[in-house]
């Protein structure tokens, strides 16, 4: 899942280029012979495809951040929708289901460019002690390409860099002066750390802000949000209302007639899911190791006048040890982060054996790992809906539902 096209040579060998398209015909220039395969640079399309398009962004193919802008809009959307297929199908036993009338076309978002609402640019000096602040060179692990403006990220952010940058760079020139004025007075222990840095801008119903500890807040639906500025919240406002009312509805959904009363929202956050979800349900518990993060669930729930929704902290061993009711009648909502879950907490959602379980996933390879496991121990895949939180990306998230299938049940994650 990324923006290499495979170039296939007169023998079997895969070329792989970067930003070529499948279908193109490209002059390419290889710089490295693999065992299987080789890698090569773009020199020159010589027959574009029909889906290729002009980027905005004059530094796309340099800056790391965008690898679909060369990409017409439904043709992302297409090929994104192909990745996770893909990905299914070769994903144990999820490779004798009916993959592709189990995905579903990628949803689009309403905003293509201008959407993204939260960006870290890196900050180092080169050499020459010129100050770099912006994201990763493609092709290299740490250098970085100085972006004055990013295309993808909201109007308020790129009107917010520019004096962002520069008081970067002052307080870093102030720090190296504080540092020289240490060793100068004989503080050798002191050390020039302050070479390099991750910034943050996230742009919240406040404005935009800096500081990732400052509370900020987001209006999703009815909802109005707080949680810390640094922490994890999806960085698209624009597609995040049609994510979010997919999975309250697929949550809620009855099965043969029954719906189920309970919900648990395991990774909550600062509730997103819970809170909206928690009008059609009776009880609605909300797990999260983090404690911040509960603390703002918490705080989430009574600013919203939300009284059937509780957030607890779960430990990893013991992570449904505190809910009170048990799995049947049960819908239960994880959202993890891009490594899925680990064995620990697949074995316990099993053994609590929910009717429905909704998997909301930033990495589609451990969704695919993570549903062989819940399939093989009794779930029955209904159906994965990509959504397209991160036009221009190689990125895509995913919900997939399924079923407790309660005539196939194989002990044994």
Known sequence: ????????????????????????????????NCRSYSQADLVEVLQPSKTRTAPVCALFTQCDGCQYQHLDYSAQLAWKTQQVAYLLERAGKLSDLPISAIIRPAVGSPKQFGYRTKITPHFQYTAEGVPEIGFRLHGTKSKIVDVPLCPIASDAINEALPAVREAAVESNERKKLEVA????????????????????????????????????????????????????FQNNPHTLPLLVDHVVRHAVATKGGRQCTQLID?????????????????????????????DSAKANAAANGIKNARFIGGSAESIFAQVPFSGQDTSVVIDPPRRGC???????????????????SCGPDTLARDLVVLVNGGYELKHVQPFDMFPQTRHIESVAVLELNEEDVDETP
């Open 1 to 32: 899942a990324d923006a290499d096209a495979d170039a296939n040579a007169p023998r079997p060998w895969v070329v792989m280029v970067p930003f070529a398209l499948p279908g193109e015909t490209v002059r390419v220039r290889v710089y490295r």
């Open 266 to 294: 395991a990774y909550c956050g600062s509730g997103l899911f819970a809170l909206s979800a928690a009008k059609y349900f009776e009880e609605v518990v909300g797990i999260e190791t983090a404690k911040p993060s509960v």
């Open 181 to 232: 004025l240490h060793k100068a007075a004989g503080r050798r222990d002191i050390r020039n750390r302050m070479t390099g840095a991750t910034l943050l801008l996230r742009h919240a119903n406040e404005g935009v802000v800096t500081d990732c500890k400052v509370q900020v807040t987001e209006t999703v639906g009815d909802l109005t949000l707080a949680f810390q500025a640094g922490s994890f």
């Open 342 to 360: 680990d064995q620990l907490f697949l074995t316990q959602l099993l053994n609590f054996r929910p009717q429905r379980i909704v998997y909301v």
